[in-house]
């Protein structure tokens, strides 16, 4: 290599400057990354005696308030129960504690507080839930400490979708964020370098010939040491290539897709609040491949009687008018005059936007899960009975599928037809129990067409 001018001193300002430019950015991202491992430590530090209100996760407390409290009381509005909203300011987190796990037993023990609510409720009995940890009572009450959202519209529902697209970017974006901010320091590093160069040069009355404007300059030097281009290009290519990688293994990929139907319809309140069971109206799922949606006959079974909802049915999100509107929107489709009670005839089908699905080169069938193997349908497709939008759980990725094979045992009791299949496979894997897949549920042939 030629040697030029100042060039041992640059490029050893450069190393430099680069590895203390690299020591700042990594502590930065180090800060970015503590809170994530710190936060199950802070989980448990919060289940002994009374921690404040304050240290719970308002976003699981809203799954929890969901599936366990929402029956009865709603976040802004009296229903079975007062609205709780606010409750933390009202007794302290010890009484409530005790209150969620047993409130009985806390209006016996003459508690003046437990016995005023309680009577003035009507001496109605709230479920005792002594499942529930103070970790999740604390939880459950961050979320009812949360601040009231600005006044909701029905349009709220479009957000579900990329909300959840949300959550799986943010990862992105914090190393996206942080890949530009190397760059940039990079540059104001070289920038800064060049400069003070320039002035301890001028300070020994040395003379550099000014040939080109500053930037340029930096440029070069930075183009003439092979060193920090050969870092610079191995950074480009392991940055590049790791997007490149998440992009082609996102193609294909919907999870938690969570498209807008044309009629709202809630598994939350259906399936959760009535406690109406799935196979009432995916009653093919235990008999056949699909598991099919419900035609609009099945809705109208109970629809006929019910056209609006329930006062305490409305959430802060969505209220009655919004709803009784999406029941509206069912007799459209059907043709039902609510005040006439019958049908006009003039129909309009409801085209439901499918969720799931799988490649057709795939074969999936619902009973022989349902059924023959007994899975539950939240396995599959998570607590379908806390959403208010329907949204595809699981990846249905090729490895999900492989993966339970691996791991679930098949359901041999009262089926003859396993019975001696049984023997013969656990003989020759020497194991008492069969999984799906030594049972041959990674044989190519059986997913694929
Ligand atoms: C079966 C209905 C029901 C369920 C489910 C229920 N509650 Fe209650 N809750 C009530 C009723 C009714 C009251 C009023 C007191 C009474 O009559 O016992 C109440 C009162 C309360 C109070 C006191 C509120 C106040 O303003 O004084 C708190 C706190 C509370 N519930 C928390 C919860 C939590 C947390 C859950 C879920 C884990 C839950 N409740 C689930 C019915 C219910
Ligand atoms: C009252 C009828 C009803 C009940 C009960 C019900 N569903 Fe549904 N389900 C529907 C309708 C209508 C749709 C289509 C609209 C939508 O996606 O929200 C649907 C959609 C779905 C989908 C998405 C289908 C797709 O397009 O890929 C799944 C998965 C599902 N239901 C699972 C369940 C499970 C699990 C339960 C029980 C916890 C259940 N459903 C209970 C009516 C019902
Ligand atoms: C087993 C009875 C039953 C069946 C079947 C049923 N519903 Fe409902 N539905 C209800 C009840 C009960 C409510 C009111 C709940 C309340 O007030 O808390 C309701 C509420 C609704 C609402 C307003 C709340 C929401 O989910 O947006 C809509 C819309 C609705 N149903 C549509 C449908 C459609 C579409 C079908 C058919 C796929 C259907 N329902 C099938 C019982 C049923
Ligand atoms: C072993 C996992 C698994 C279980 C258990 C399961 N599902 Fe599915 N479900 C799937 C897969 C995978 C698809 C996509 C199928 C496709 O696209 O062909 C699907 C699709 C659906 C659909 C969309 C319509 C259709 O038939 O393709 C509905 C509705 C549904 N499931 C409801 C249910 C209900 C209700 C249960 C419980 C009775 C259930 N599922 C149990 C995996 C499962
Ligand atoms: C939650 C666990 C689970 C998931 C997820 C799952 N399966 Fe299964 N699967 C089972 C079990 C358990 C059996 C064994 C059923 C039996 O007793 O025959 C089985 C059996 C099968 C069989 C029959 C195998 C044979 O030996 O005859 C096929 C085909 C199959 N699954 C396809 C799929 C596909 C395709 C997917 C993904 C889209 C999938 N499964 C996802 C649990 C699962
Ligand atoms: C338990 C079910 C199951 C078995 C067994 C299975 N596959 Fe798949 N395979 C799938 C599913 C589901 C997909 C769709 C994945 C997607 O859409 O991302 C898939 C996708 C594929 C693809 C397309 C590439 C892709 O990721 O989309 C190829 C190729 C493939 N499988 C080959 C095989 C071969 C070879 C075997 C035997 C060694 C096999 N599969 C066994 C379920 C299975």
Redesign the pocket.
Known sequence: MKKVGNHNSISRNLILSLALMLTISLTSFAQDAAPVTAAPATDVAATPAAAPAAGGDAVKGKELFNANCAACHKLDAKATGPALRGVANKYDMAWIYKWVNNSSELIKSGDAKAVKIFEEYNKSVMTAFPQLSTADIDNIIAYTSEVKPEAPTGMQISNGGLQAKDENSISNNVILGFLVTVMLLLIVMLFLVYNMLNRIAASKGLEIPKKDNSLLSVWRAFARNQFLVLVSSIFLLLASGYFVYGYLSQIGVDQNYAPIQPIHFSHRIHAGSNGVD??Y??S???VS?????PSLNVCMNCHKNIAEVADTTATPEYSKAFYDGEIQKLYTAVGWDKSTQKYTGKTKPVKWV?????QDF?Y?N?SQ??SV?G???????GE?QTYEIQKQF?P?TMGW?ID?HRKTDVKMEGNAYYDKIHKELSKKYGVDKLTAAQMGGLECGKCHY
């Open positions: 799935c196979k109206c995916h093919a799922a235990r491949k699909n598991a099919g949606i499918r969720i799931h699905n799988l795939v999936f619902h899960h349902v193997a899975i539950e349908c939240q396995k599959c497709h379908v699981a249905l599928c339970c």
